[in-house]
């Protein structure tokens, strides 16, 4: 089945720069990588997503960039606020139709420093 | 539009007993997954229902099953809990059967075993 690794487990940023998390999957069928944000104590909210017929989306300072060959894709977060501080999740649709639901990474800790 | 609503919000069982919990989508989905968040684990895939039939597990054990209603509601039952099925159970809904639908997630249940 599918697998999902994702890097780094926890980032820290100043406020104002940038951060960048990075996936990678196995199943080379997958054309579907959403993210999903979850604060704490809530539930994961999607963010972005991107499927494999684009090579990047973006959506005011998140983008997501997908490179099929590398099986990896990448959430961009530019300018960033105390507000993005939570666990971000990638995650991957393995081949079968929906099948086997949606493969996760174990989650990057987005901390921004004031 | 009303969210992905899930009850109850915490549960308590001692080994052995049975849990029940229950999942209402998103109007219109037909698609309910559950997923098992422990800590440190990120977010595993249990079950995946669409149009009232079981359509695919992830790789959990037997213990761990479920139902989908006339309405599109779900219910996942664990039972024989042991502690290691201690963790936030997440249900998200999607519309269809076509793979790269988006999923919402509910709020999620924390199930707690002693």
């Known amino acids: 089945g599918e697998n999902v690794e994702q890097h780094p487990s926890t980032l820290s940023v100043q406020e104002g720069d940038s951060a960048v998390i990075k996936c990678t999957y196995s199943?080379?069928?997958?054309?579907?990588f959403p993210w999903y944000k979850q604060e704490l104590g809530k539930r994961p909210q999607l963010i972005i997503d991107i499927r494999s017929n684009v090579g990047e989306k973006k959506d005011q300072r998140i983008a997501v960039t997908l490179n099929k060959t590398a099986k990896h894709f990448s959430l961009h977060i530019t300018e960033t606020q105390p507000e993005d501080s939570a666990v971000y999740f990638c995650?991957?649709?393995?081949?079968?139709?929906?099948?086997?639901?949606?493969?996760f990474g174990k989650g990057t800790h987005l901390i921004i420093q004031p | 539009e009303a969210g992905v609503t899930q009850s109850p919000t915490h549960l308590i069982k001692t080994r052995g007993q049975q849990a029940t919990l229950r999942c209402s989508p998103i109007s219109g989905h037909t698609s309910v997954y559950w997923y098992q968040q422990a800590l440190g684990l990120g977010l595993q895939f249990l079950l995946w229902?669409?149009?009232?039939?079981?359509?695919n597990r992830g790789n959990f054990p037997p213990r761990f099953s479920g139902r989908q209603f006339p309405n599109y509601s779900s219910e996942l039952n664990v039972n024989a809990l042991e502690l290691e099925d201690s963790a936030l159970y997440l249900c998200?809904?999607?519309?269809?059967?076509?793979?790269?639908?988006?999923?919402?997630f509910g709020p999620g249940t924390r199930l707690t075993v002693l």
């Open positions: 229902y669409d149009e009232g039939e079981e359509r």
């Open positions: 998200a809904s999607s519309g269809g059967l076509w793979y790269t639908d988006t999923q919402y």
């Open positions: 995650a991957a649709s393995g081949a079968g139709g929906g099948a086997d639901g949606l493969t």
């Open positions: 199943d080379s069928a997958s054309n579907y």
